[in-house]
């Protein structure tokens, strides 16, 4: 039997199943929001790394895609060195901040084993592994950092919108940062094989159906006064900035960052209501490791401030 096409988000939510781990993960957020709410604290949801698209509902295959969380990962060191508390919701082994600098074996290339058994580090690998460790344990100890992973795009779209229902009583001080990269296209449970898919069937033909844009509820229903960033990747440069300001206006929230796959670890543009703005790295910084993500949360954050003013003036008065 074919199903309804999920032409909203609530068809979508109705048609797919509740992730596993879903309220142990909706607690952790809770609990985590609870004990940052009453301070000063401004929250950020950060999202990050590529969804899957299941073949089979005891999965064996599934579509990928290139994401391995840089830009996520990056930006959550940089919200967490301002002063935010971040929740991370990642895609399962992707990059995840601070431990992303030490990937494969780079942390045991930086230790040896000395004669009296005792472990050292590297001495030129020293200072680089100090400054992140020093950063990972401050984050650590005053609770600023809330990981949790999803696998497919119906687990993150679930754990997105339990994000921001909890995130959704804080208001202004929240901002919602997605950089996720999110498939447009699954197949609906009722339309997915349970087994491992049989080559002796012939070669196969999937249908996907079209996921429902969530960035509509988003902005004007569960998190309504946040600040929210969306990111907008092409491959065709001639597409990006209409393809963006169209983003900007259909959903009305604060910005968008548009970006090209190939340059996006050097340039972006940052779009808004009023203006667009290109932030590149220079010369100077690319040779001195800057990541962009410094730049770009650095100008955030400035209107996060101002945003959170605003709301402020505007209950004022
Ligand atoms: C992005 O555009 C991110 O910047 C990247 C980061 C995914 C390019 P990496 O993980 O890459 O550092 O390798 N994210 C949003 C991608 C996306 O799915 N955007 C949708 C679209 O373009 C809108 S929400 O239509």
């Known amino acids: 039997m074919k199903s309804k096409m999920a032409t909203t988000a609530s068809d979508f939510f109705e048609q797919t199943k509740v992730p596993d781990n879903y309220d142990a993960k909706k607690q952790a957020m809770l609990q985590f929001v609870e004990f940052h709410r009453r301070k000063t604290t401004k929250i950020v949801l950060i999202t990050s790394g590529g969804t899957t698209v299941p073949l089979e509902s005891r999965t064996v295959r599934f579509i990928d895609n290139f994401s391995i969380g840089t830009r996520g990962a990056s930006s959550a060191e940089h919200f967490l060195d301002s002063g935010y508390a971040v929740i991370f919701l990642h895609r399962h082994r992707s990059l995840e901040p601070y431990t992303r600098h030490f990937s494969q074996q780079t942390m045991l290339d930086a230790l040896h084993v000395g004669e009296d058994d005792t472990i050292s580090v590297d001495e030129a690998k020293a200072p680089n592994l100090r400054s992140i460790l020093v950063k990972y344990k401050q984050s650590k100890s005053e609770r600023r950092l809330l990981n949790v992973d999803f696998n497919a795009v119906g687990e993150y779209l679930y754990l997105l919108k339990a994000a921001c229902q909890v995130l959704g009583q804080v ?131 400035a209107m996060h401030d101002s945003h959170i003013t605003g709301e402020l003036s505007n209950i004022d008065t």
């Open 171 to 301: 208001g202004s001080k929240v901002m919602i940062y997605l950089a996720a990269a999110v498939s447009d296209f699954y197949i609906p449970s009722s339309e997915m094989p349970e087994h491992k898919i049989q080559s002796s069937g012939g070669p196969l033909q999937i249908h996907l159906q079209l996921v429902p844009k969530m960035l509509g509820p988003l902005v004007k229903e569960w998190v309504p006064q946040a600040f929210i960033t969306s990111f907008k990747l092409e491959t065709d440069v001639s597409l990006l900035e209409s393809k963006a300001r169209k983003a900007l206006q259909t959903y009305d929230h604060q910005v968008v960052i548009a970006n090209i796959l190939e340059t996006r670890k050097l340039e972006v543009v940052l779009i808004t209501r009023d203006c667009a703005e290109k932030i590149a790295l220079s010369e100077e910084q690319i040779k001195n490791n800057v990541a962009i993500e410094e730049l770009i949360v650095e100008h955030l954050a």
